[in-house]
């Protein structure tokens, strides 16, 4: 009896192995360790350089015909060229510059568009940026879209439009129109000499009459 019943319990566990083993055989991507979901790739810069790399950067706005140009001099101070010439805010221009270099689309549309509806053939500003190292990158902006909430855009060399948020353009779009002309240094003027003030001159007593006695 207890070998019939030791017969039966290896013979359940030779099907359960079997059938284990079989079933390994057919799938053999059980074994394998789970993969992580591949992340969506980040889209690219539109100006793919960083702020200590450019040189001078320019907005031209076709609409009004107005150029603004910002280069760094040789102090690493920048200075406006056009559309009149002088020394720069600097707090504004770091700002338009790092703004210009960390600008990401929102979308990109990559199905097929008539680029004449986003005004992109014809643009309405044109943004050049010119790097140290002599290379140039460039970026055309043409319409907001249907809500107003974005421009489309498209970089140099590609052949679909993105659209980016206005707030994130708006400032730079503004400089032909309001270049951030730094204020002029006012000096403090130093106190004149004070006035002479005239002494009046003292008045002399007038003199005493001497009495004379007779003998």
């Known amino acids: 009896m207890n070998n019939q019943r030791t017969f039966v319990i290896l013979l359940v566990g030779v099907l359960v192995l079997g059938g284990f083993v079989y079933y390994i055989n057919v799938n053999p991507d059980v074994l394998k360790e789970p993969t992580s979901a591949t992340a969506a ?17 320019s907005v031209i706005d076709r609409v009004k015909g107005i150029t603004f140009t910002a280069v760094v001099n040789e102090k690493g101070v920048w200075q406006i060229k056009e559309p009149q010439q002088g020394d720069a805010d600097s707090v504004r221009l770091n700002t338009a510059v790092s703004t210009l270099t960390s600008l990401y689309p929102s979308r990109t549309f990559t199905e097929s568009v008539n680029l ?4 992109i053939l014809k643009p309405d500003y044109v943004v050049e940026v010119k790097q140290k190292n002599g290379a140039t990158l460039k970026m055309e902006v043409g319409k907001k879209d249907a809500t107003a909430s974005g421009y489309y855009v498209r970089k140099e060399g590609a052949q679909n439009a993105s659209l980016v948020p206005t707030a994130a353009l708006d400032g730079v779009l503004n400089l032909p129109s309001s270049p951030p002309i730094a204020p002029p240094t006012v000096l403090p003027t130093l106190p004149g000499p004070l006035p002479s003030v005239s002494t009046p001159a003292l008045r002399q007593p007038d003199a005493v009459p001497t009495a004379t006695y007779a003998p």
């Open 41 to 57: 790739p980040l889209p690219e810069k539109l100006l793919d350089t960083l702020p200590e790399n450019v040189a001078s950067f």
């Open 116 to 119: 004449t509806e986003f005004g």
